[in-house]
């Protein structure tokens, strides 16, 4: 997912984003407003990890949003 995909898609994967890493509170997520240097700076600061370590939580969280994405799309194509 690209940065534009992040804000496009924003209202769907907050929900998802506070499941994953309860720690960001709504305002947060106001702030943050799906741009993905900002959500990637929080985790930082919320949860203490390094920049690549966030960087690298967030793909794989996106990669897994993505997978369940396509998986519900033929799912439903059905």
């Known amino acids: 997912m690209n ?17 994953q890493w309860g720690k ?8 943050i407003a799906g741009k993905r240097d900002q ?3 929080k985790l930082q600061e919320r949860y203490g990890v390094t920049l690549e370590e966030a960087q690298k939580q967030l793909e794989s969280f996106l990669n897994s949003s993505r997978q369940k994405e396509v ?8």
């Open 3 to 19: 940065k534009d995909q992040i804000e496009g898609n924003w209202k769907q994967l907050k929900g998802k984003i506070k499941e």
């Open 24 to 31: 960001l509170t709504d305002d947060d997520l106001d702030v």
């Open 39 to 41: 959500l990637v700076g």
């Open 71 to 78: 998986a519900g799309s033929v799912k439903r194509s059905y």
